[in-house]
């Protein structure tokens, strides 16, 4: 879309002749239309003249020494800023190749020497419109997509709320600390930042969820003092499967990558996690960094059925569990940047 031109609604024509009577004539049959009109005496003094202020439409002569109208046509339909000018060639070049060579370069007509005033009236005044329409639509188009962009950050700013709310509604049924949602989504946000992962904002968003299936658990297995039964952590595990298919049936990204996440985030890197016994990089990298966050956070937090771990004890279990229950890489990468985590456990503890 072409920038503003005029202060005004008064249409803005540069007329470009090397001829002076040509200059004078068109310049007084246009002003009697009301339009403002800008003579130029050569290409060159035209180019100046648009780089100041830029026209709604220009008339251009072919024959000009120096540089001809082609040519500056040429310039002009290079250059993003003037590209989209209507520009109506006048000449006396009857020839067939000559007014091809015009549309050819970006002329939208071609008025032929001597011209008729009517037809000069007429020609400008249906272009103008032309163009003031095409600006019109292209702004509605901008707007338009203003507004999808508006609608669509709604919707984007609405899953972050949904997702961050029903993760802190599952941590709250199942008793465990308030705030261990906001810590695994920093914690997960941090490791995948260390890690080079490029779907860094998506992580940060989808994490709160890895564990929306438990409010289909049962109170008794959530809220039980002590270790669970067998029948009872089987139970249990099927919280994995359940927030899968919560979040599954949603297309959009951010909810698939929390669906991945809840599903996967109880895996192990030597195979022997649930729901699916996936090993090694069969294992989504969101949820190797969500599980690496999530224990670290679980076994620093006093839960229901065990008491608080100290920090040596959970890092020990973690150098321990290196290449068994996680990523060693991730490991690696945490143990090199402890200070960040446990920062992240003293800002948002309980």
Not at 79 to 91: A, M, Y
Not at 280 to 289: Q, V
Request: aromatic share 6%.
């Amino acid at each position: 879309m072409i920038e503003n031109r005029i202060e005004s609604n008064t249409p803005d024509v540069l007329i470009v002749d090397d001829t002076l009577a040509n200059l004078q004539l068109l310049t007084s049959i246009l002003k009697e239309e009301g339009y403002k009109v800008r003579p130029a005496s050569s290409g060159a003094i035209a180019i100046q003249a648009i780089a100041k202020k830029i026209p709604d439409l220009i008339l251009l002569d072919i024959k000009m020494p120096e540089m001809d109208g082609y040519s500056v046509c040429r310039e002009l339909k290079a250059n993003p800023r003037t590209q989209d000018i209507p520009i109506i060639f006048i000449s006396a070049l009857n020839d067939v190749s000559d007014k091809v060579q015009a549309f050819n370069v970006g002329g939208v007509d071609y008025i032929n020497k001597p011209f008729q005033f009517e037809e000069v009236k007429a020609r400008v005044s249906t272009h103008l419109k032309l163009q003031s329409y095409q600006n019109e639509m292209a702004k509605k188009v901008e707007e338009g997509i203003e507004n999808i962009n508006h609608l669509n950050q709604e919707i984007i700013d609405t899953q972050r709320e949904l997702i961050f709310t029903m993760g802190e509604i599952c941590e709250s049924r199942s008793l465990e600390t308030g705030r261990h949602v906001k810590r695994v989504a920093e914690y997960s946000s941090l490791l995948a930042k260390l890690c080079n992962y490029d779907k860094l904002d998506l992580i940060r968003q989808a994490t709160p969820m890895h564990d929306v299936g438990k409010v289909a658990i049962p109170d008794a297995i959530l809220h039980k003092n002590g270790a669970l039964t067998v029948e009872e952590s089987q139970i249990m595990q099927t919280h994995t499967v359940l927030g899968f298919c919560m979040l599954s049936v949603s297309k959009r990204p951010l909810l698939q990558m929390a669906a991945t996440i809840a599903l996967e985030h109880h895996e192990r890197w030597d195979g022997k996690g649930y729901p699916h016994g996936l090993a090694g990089e069969k294992i989504n990298l969101a949820a190797r960094i969500t599980g690496v966050a999530d224990v670290f956070d679980a076994l620093a937090a006093r839960r229901s059925y065990k008491p608080a771990w100290e920090l040596p004890d959970i890092l020990q279990y973690f150098h321990d569990q290196r290449g068994k229950h996680f990523d060693p890489d991730l490991i690696d990468v945490f143990f090199k940047n402890l200070d960040g985590f446990v920062e992240i456990r003293t800002k948002f503890g309980d």
